[in-house]
């Protein structure tokens, strides 16, 4: 069974239960339609942050939105209950572009949630065909998000 945990970086404040409920249930549409289970956890951290993860793991200098990062199952250990997969994201980058975007933050945060997880799932944007791609799979799945899941 497929689970998600979210955490915050020490600096940031957690999100309403209304926020955290729409994360929760767009994890649950994309476990169900690629049905691959996963432990994934979302953790919301400053740019400060950010910047020293894309600099570690990606070699790029300066803050990105989102990063994700599958962990593969640790030796010895079974799947449940084990994080496997981490999606971070930039609150304050998220901000800036929710700003740039005219969204609001919440918004912009289930985008990148979304974007991060797709990713986990293989789904990546090294051409604009790809980014087109993938940006309709996450309408698509938005759209899914609105509607009852039926089991």
């Known amino acids: ?3 998600l945990d979210i955490s915050y970086a020490e600096d940031i404040k957690p999100f309403p239960s209304e926020f955290v409920s729409s994360i ?7 476990e169900r339609k ?3 289970d996963s432990n994934v956890e979302v ?3 400053d740019n400060t942050y950010m910047q020293f993860l894309n ?5 790029k200098d300066g803050t990105t939105d989102v990063l994700s990062f599958d962990l593969g199952i640790p030796a010895g250990l079974s799947e449940a209950g084990v994080v496997n997969k981490e999606i971070y994201i930039s609150v304050e980058q998220a901000f800036q572009q929710a700003t740039d975007l005219d969204l609001s933050l919440t918004e912009e945060l289930r985008r990148l949630f979304l974007h ?3 990713h986990l799932y293989g789904w990546e944007h090294k051409t604009e065909a790809e980014l087109i791609l993938m940006e309709q799979e996450a309408r698509s799945i ?3 998000c609105k509607r009852p899941i039926l089991y």
Do not use: D, E
């Open 24 to 30: 929760k249930t767009i994890f649950n549409v994309v």
């Open 142 to 144: 938005l759209h899914l």
């Open 1 to 3: 069974m497929a689970s």
């Open 43 to 45: 953790v919301f951290i």
């Open 55 to 59: 600099s570690n793991f990606r070699q």
């Open 34 to 36: 690629y049905r691959l």
């Open 116 to 118: 991060g997880l797709l």
